[in-house]
């Protein structure tokens, strides 16, 4: 089997420019939200970061730890766990106060059928967040889903188009972003709305879907036939590297690659990697979910981790069995319903 230990070595490392900034930044770090799909490798970077530059500053992650072993695979990295499930006010309020705060904690998978839960967790819970933290600074984790779908000559959606959500997903998360709106402008607290799409890691994204597909000979629909992609070792870098942005009235940034990738390209690469021929469905539609994120780009910088190496990795992992997370992106979706 592949090692991820080694893969993570290589390509999860921080970067100068991260150390660099985390020296400049005040305060402890608290991560909620640091059990889902992103929060352990964002707290582990933290972490390796704030010991690269030799810096006495706390990393906390927050979750409930629902998987087995997680919290103590974080203990022994040097981050301190805190297990509390923050819809409980009580439990919330106990949390110590921080001067920088990132916000991972939502809710995507299974919302359909399950919209009261969702609208709580993405539009209810973030008003109580904000009020406990508002003498911090935040970065909140939001979704390229609050854009309406963008021509695939548009260039993709810059922060300033208007949002245009499609499905309940799609608003709460908008929701999620007008609380802390108001919440940044009430209180004064610096605020960004980190807005990302679509983060590809070894054990999941995008990519690892369509490799799939193409080693698993199952058609690939082309409606949605263009994605935006990031490595998520860059994504989690830009997250941590904007506690130093944050505003107050918030500021918004969208979080992505630089390309507008070809659906129906990528397949035929993984194809050759993997020695299939891949099979389609569909014509690609004129229109795809698509982010502009040439902000992000003047603040940080381009991705390190470049689309043929995320490509070259996944296939790589695939073929060595790497461990798989599944939770889809459904990436394909159109009208909303997760």
């Known amino acids: 089997m592949i090692s991820q230990i ?11 420019a991260l150390v660099s900034d985390l020296a400049k930044l005040e305060g402890d770090i608290l991560i909620l939200g640091a059990g889902g799909k992103i929060g352990p490798s964002i707290a582990k970077l933290t972490k390796l970061a704030v010991t690269k530059a030799g810096l006495d500053k706390r990393v906390i992650g927050v979750s409930r730890f629902t998987e ?12 301190e766990t805190i297990s509390a499930d923050i819809m409980n006010d009580r439990e919330l309020q106990a949390l110590p106060d921080v001067k920088n705060v ?5 809710t995507k ?4 059928n399950n919209e009261p839960n969702t609208w709580a967790m993405n539009a209810y819970l973030p008003g109580r967040v904000a009020e406990k933290f508002k003498h911090s600074r935040i970065v909140v984790y939001s979704t390229g889903n609050v854009y309406p779908f963008s021509s695939l000559v548009s260039g993709g959606a810059t922060e300033d188009i208007a949002p245009g959500p499609v499905g309940e997903y799609g608003q709460s998360c908008l929701g999620r972003e007008r609380i802390f709106q108001y919440f940044s402008a009430l209180h004064n607290t610096p605020l960004l709305i980190y807005r990302l799409n679509y983060a590809i890691d070894f054990r999941y994204g995008v990519l690892l879907e369509v490799a799939k597909s193409v080693l698993d000979n199952k058609p690939i629909d082309l409606s949605t036939g263009h994605v935006n992609v990031i490595w998520q070792g860059d994504a989690n870098e830009i997250a941590i590297r904007s506690l130093l942005h944050c505003e107050a009235p918030s500021k918004l940034l969208n979080v992505t690659g630089p390309e507008t990738v070809s659906l129906r390209w990528l397949a035929n690469e993984f194809g050759k990697l993997l020695g299939k021929t891949p099979e389609f469905v569909n014509d690609e ?44 992106t459904h990436f394909q979706e159109r009208k909303g319903q997760f």
């Open 6 to 16: 080694l893969l993570e070595e290589k390509y999860l490392k921080p970067s100068e």
């Open 68 to 79: 087995e072993g997680l919290a103590e695979q974080l203990r022994s990295a040097g981050i």
């Open 102 to 106: 990132l916000y991972l904690v939502g």
């Open 109 to 112: 998978f299974g919302t359909s």
């Open 285 to 328: 539609q004129s229109s795809a979910l698509l982010s502009n994120a040439a902000e992000s780009f003047r603040l940080f910088g381009y991705p390190k981790v470049t689309l043929r190496e995320m490509i070259e990795i996944t296939a790589l992992w695939l073929l060595g069995g790497g461990e798989t997370i599944n939770k889809p």
